[in-house]
């Protein structure tokens, strides 16, 4: 088998504007997609996913097409697409960087790898080591009566667990979760999320107080500039300490191990440049003695594929304690898929099939395409 061609399809995905989220990076109101379809000489199409948005992950829609076609595509077309490992190496020495446009690849390349195995992907990972991925919502760090509305709605649906934005504005902040524990009860786990939007002065002075209302993590506390800096909050703080954003690669993983740093790793398929990436940085947390779970970019059918099948197959991945974040049909009021993803609020599965087990509904991706 050897791959053939390679389509890059640019999309933009609006959120819904009762559910944008906003942080301390900014407003997230629209997500710029890439697709990919890697062609084969037997048939066989592998989808894959590159999320966009610059002031989230760096990325944006004309450079991964421009890397993809231009200097990625040459180096693919031709090779076994099943020799994901080898793949990987080559993209890796032709890109240095984007990783979310390198996961998008990969992801492509295990949907192929499954479809010729007649398996799902989890399967090829090693198989399921629990039914169903549980999930968390992901409460906008809006005004606090706002917020608290977004977090009842959300209760409604079915989560019992979730993660209040923080790192905005410190009084804010305290009077959000207030606001949001106060309306979902004693019954729904909260974490924070700062998104790197605190000092550590201001972390340190903050943290403590969000304690008062039962918070039961904090997820990146302080700007990804200084893992020292991360470290030294978790010393004087008594709540588990999350990174998300100081972590892409192994070598961050290893450097935040030997700082003491955290307690949980935020992994993503996208960040760390695919699946296989993930993985590795999962056992090193491991290893290491510290638990994972899975980091959202808000992605969509393809993305979200990936992510349950990694959720699913990973051990160090304790999404039972720190639920993960594959929440995107509840922002988005469409997809790009022919059937939807089974997932539902609190718990997300597996999708029947082979490979990722999605199929492109090419009707709305010409909807959404950029042009």
């Known amino acids: 088998m050897k791959i053939t061609k390679i389509e890059t399809i640019p999309i933009t995905m609006p959120i819904n504007p009762e559910r944008a989220i ?194 039961y993590f904090v997820e990146q506390p302080v700007p990804d500039l200084d893992i020292a800096w991360m470290a030294d909050v978790r010393q004087q703080v008594d709540l588990p300490i999350m990174a998300d954003e100081s972590i892409y690669n192994l070598q961050d993983a290893m450097a935040i191990v030997r700082a003491n740093a955290a307690d949980i790793l935020s992994v993503y398929v996208g960040k760390g440049g695919g699946i296989s990436t993930a993985r590795k940085i999962a056992s090193v947390a491991e290893a290491a003695g510290l638990v994972c779970t899975v980091g959202s970019n808000l992605e969509l059918g393809i993305g979200n594929a990936a992510m349950i099948h990694l959720a699913l197959s990973t051990p160090a991945i304790d999404a039972e304690t720190f639920p993960c974040d594959i929440l995107s049909p509840f922002y988005y009021d469409q997809d790009i898929l022919v059937e939807p993803l089974p997932i539902q609020a609190g718990r997300a599965n597996a999708p029947v099939g082979a490979g990722l087990g999605v199929e492109l509904d090419d009707n709305k991706v010409d909807f959404f395409r950029v042009r």
């Open 22 to 215: 906003r942080s301390g990076r900014g407003y997230h109101t629209k997500s710029p997609f890439v697709l990919i379809k890697i062609y084969t000489d037997q048939g066989v199409v592998g989808l894959g996913e590159v999320s966009c948005t610059p002031q989230w992950n760096g990325e944006c829609q004309t450079a991964a097409v421009v890397l993809i076609e231009e200097y990625l595509a040459p180096v693919l077309v031709g090779e076994d697409p099943t020799r994901i490992e080898y793949l990987v190496g080559l993209i890796s020495k032709t890109v240095a960087n984007n990783p979310f446009t390198r996961s998008g690849l990969e992801m492509a390349l295990w949907d192929i790898l499954g479809k010729v195995a007649g398996l799902p992907v989890y399967q090829l990972l090693g198989g399921a080591i629990r039914d169903f991925v549980p999930t968390k919502f992901s409460v906008s760090g809006l005004e606090p009566e706002r917020a608290a509305e977004i977090a009842s709605w959300a209760a409604s649906q079915g989560f019992r667990a979730m993660k209040v934005k923080v790192g905005i504005e410190p009084e804010a902040d305290v009077a959000r979760v207030e606001a949001v524990r106060k309306a979902v009860g004693t019954e729904v786990r909260l974490g924070v999320d700062a998104n790197g939007g605190w000092s550590p002065r201001v972390a340190l002075r903050t943290i403590p107080r969000l304690q008062a209302w039962d918070v």
